[in-house]
């Protein structure tokens, strides 16, 4: 079995913001794939498919986006009935970026946190950056923007004219992460990154992740 994670926060006050795009994804993956229904299991709602054999489990901690790792954790060892889930090669992390604009993403192997807090419990919880990730754009799209206040910015509300563009690129999510599940990350970064993806508002390039520069002032909510 393989894991998809979205991380995310829990609750109604949270779902329509920027840190909750990776359960957006989650319930796209979940509608197309015609997952199970979503279920509470440990800390996490969980819900389970199939795609050419490989079993699929999807994954919206409840922990809270810094206690992300908690509810990972007991698929490392022989909890809820699973074997031995490798990060390494088993699990695909869903996460928003603030430093990829809306409409842009990333998919990497494995890599630091970039101040990320659900990203940085991971982290502490496996002991090392080895499992893939899938960065879902929701930064400004006009380059070198300063963001006031991270937190606020993060735990607000996504604007209607951006929802757009992110509903737009879900299918092309479902295809990065029905290649992973099937294939593996190389080749869901091969034909993935760099694609032909929803045009931003603006024409200008985003930063690479090795230029990323984050000030992640997140709070206990974050």
Known sequence: MKLIAGLGNPGR????TRHNVGWWVLDH???VWRCTSWESVGDSLVCD???ENMSVRLIKPQTFMNLSGQAIAPYLNSEGGLEGIDPR???LVIV???AIPVGRYRIRPQGSSGGHNGLNDL???FGHQHYARLRLG??????ETRIPDMADYVLSDVPADEKVVIDAL?????GACRTWLLDGVSAAMNRFNGGAVPKPRSDEEPPTLDQQVRSDAEGPAN
């Open 13 to 16: 006050r949270y779902e329509h």
């Open 29 to 31: 993956l979940a509608d």
């Open 49 to 51: 498919g199939a795609l």
């Open 89 to 91: 090669t088993d699990l």
């Open 96 to 98: 928003d970026d603030v």
């Open 123 to 125: 982290e502490r919880t």
């Open 138 to 143: 929701v930064g400004p799209t006009v380059p």
């Open 170 to 174: 879900l299918p092309t999510c479902e």
